[in-house]
């Protein structure tokens, strides 16, 4: 039976984790064309954050050569991205095993999710049986590094929220708690990031980051698909 999974790779020489670092509060979801070579083009969805700081980041950034707004809807913006270097070119430094890099392209698993962090990438995948998933996971802990967030069988109901790392659901119980999503708000971004000692923007971007999971979670998947 296959497995399903959702993890965080370290590795900040990934593609545009100096975007996201660069503007934490935008949320940036990554889709690979391979079709184009040693360097194929990104898809990049962005939503949250100031349309003109993530296009600044974008266009700063070493690995990015060109960037074409394709379209945009509310706060969500489509980018395509033509990449200034091959993986190889990008990663050569920073992972050991390039040829494993490779082979991982190999293995019997589909990636539908990357979420671009600045200390990497968040994925969540498919995975053909549990050898699969563990080509995958050992190459990460030996060239960088992996943390698992979720791992079920596929089939297997998943209760709202599973999604949430351990920093994620603390961010929302203290905000919860403290009344920051009361009407009207008891506490504020300061207040519960006075209580989990770290900054308001820290806490806004767990929140954010939080909500988005809780929502592709439970009524994202329920949505019917947009018209043509």
């Known amino acids: 039976m296959g497995l399903v999974a ?15 670092a660069a503007v934490p509060q935008a949320t940036l979801i990554l889709e ?21 700081a993530v296009e600044n ?5 070493y690995d990015v050569a060109e960037l074409t707004l394709v379209g945009r809807a509310g706060d969500t913006r489509r980018y395509q991205v033509v990449p200034a270097l091959s993986f190889e070119e990008q990663l050569g430094d920073h992972v050991d095993d390039l040829a494993g890099l490779e082979a991982l392209a190999t293995v019997d698993a589909i990636i539908e999710r990357i979420e671009v962090l600045p200390s990497g990438w968040q994925q969540t995948g498919w995975f053909a049986d549990r050898d699969a998933f563990e080509k995958f996971s050992t190459f990460w802990r030996q060239n960088g590094g992996f943390k698992l967030q979720r791992l079920t069988r596929d089939g297997d109901p998943e209760p709202p929220g599973d999604g949430l790392t351990d920093h994620q ?3 929302l119980r203290t905000a919860y708690e403290l009344g920051y999503f009361d009407i009207p708000r008891r ?42």
Do not use: K, M, Y
């Not at 690979?32 to 003109?52: C, E, I, K, W, Y």
């Open 32 to 52: 690979l064309q391979f079709n184009h070579g040693a360097r194929p083009l990104f898809l990049v969805t962005v939503t949250d954050g100031s349309r003109t």
């Open 6 to 20: 959702t993890f965080e790779i370290d590795c900040e020489a990934l593609p545009l984790t100096g975007v996201a």
């Open 187 to 228: 506490a504020s971004l300061e207040d519960v990031g006075a209580e989990l000692d770290i900054t308001a923007s820290s806490v806004s971007e767990r929140l954010r980051r939080a909500q988005t999971r809780l929502i592709q979670e439970t009524v994202a998947p329920t949505w019917p698909p947009l018209p043509d």
């Open 57 to 61: 980041a974008l266009a700063d950034a």
């Open 169 to 171: 659901r603390e961010a």
